[in-house]
């Protein structure tokens, strides 16, 4: 429904600002939750939470992956080697954690064991 069939020949210019206005659009869905590309976090679009770019990254890592290796978000997502010792994960996952609870209690991220987390929706 909202594709847009963009008529050639086009001025280069227009054709970027049409291109940004789509990929400004785009969201990632898991369940009733939807991310936009601006940050934004929303429930059944009522809801909204803003995200900082971190923890936008690692919900869009939880809501594509079934399983996240806590050492990917260190290295995918903080940008650290995977040998610095560091709290930035643990850091980042509470105020993620604290940000959902707010949100919805229908959402959580849950570690499987000491390495692994899964993002979890109920009903």
Same mark, same amino acid.
């Given at each position: 429904?909202?594709?847009?069939?963009?008529? *050639?020949?086009?001025?280069i210019?227009?054709?970027?600002?049409?291109?940004?206005?789509?990929?400004?659009?785009m969201?990632?869905?898991?369940g009733?939750?939807?991310l936009?590309?601006?940050n934004?976090?929303f429930?059944?679009?009522?809801?909204?939470?803003?995200?900082?770019?971190?923890?936008?990254?690692?919900?869009?890592?939880?809501?594509?992956?079934?399983?996240?290796?806590?050492?990917?978000?260190?290295?995918d997502?903080?940008?650290?080697?995977?040998t610095?010792?560091?709290?930035?994960?643990?850091?980042?996952?509470?105020?993620l954690?604290?940000?959902?609870?707010?949100?919805?209690p229908?959402? *959580?991220?849950?570690?499987?064991?000491?390495?692994?987390l899964?993002?979890?929706?109920?009903?």
């Amino acid at each position: 429904a909202n594709n847009k069939i963009i008529h *050639s020949p086009i001025n280069i210019i227009d054709f970027e600002k049409e291109v940004f206005k789509h990929a400004n659009n785009m969201s990632i869905k898991f369940g009733c939750f939807s991310l936009t590309n601006q940050n934004l976090l929303f429930e059944n679009k009522k809801q909204h939470i803003y995200l900082t770019e971190p923890e936008a990254h690692i919900i869009k890592l939880l809501f594509m992956n079934k399983l996240v290796k806590k050492d990917q978000i260190k290295t995918d997502v903080l940008k650290l080697n995977i040998t610095v010792e560091s709290k930035s994960v643990e850091t980042h996952l509470y105020r993620l954690r604290k940000k959902l609870s707010a949100l919805s209690p229908n959402i *959580s991220i849950v570690s499987d064991n000491k390495d692994n987390l899964i993002i979890t929706k109920t009903n």
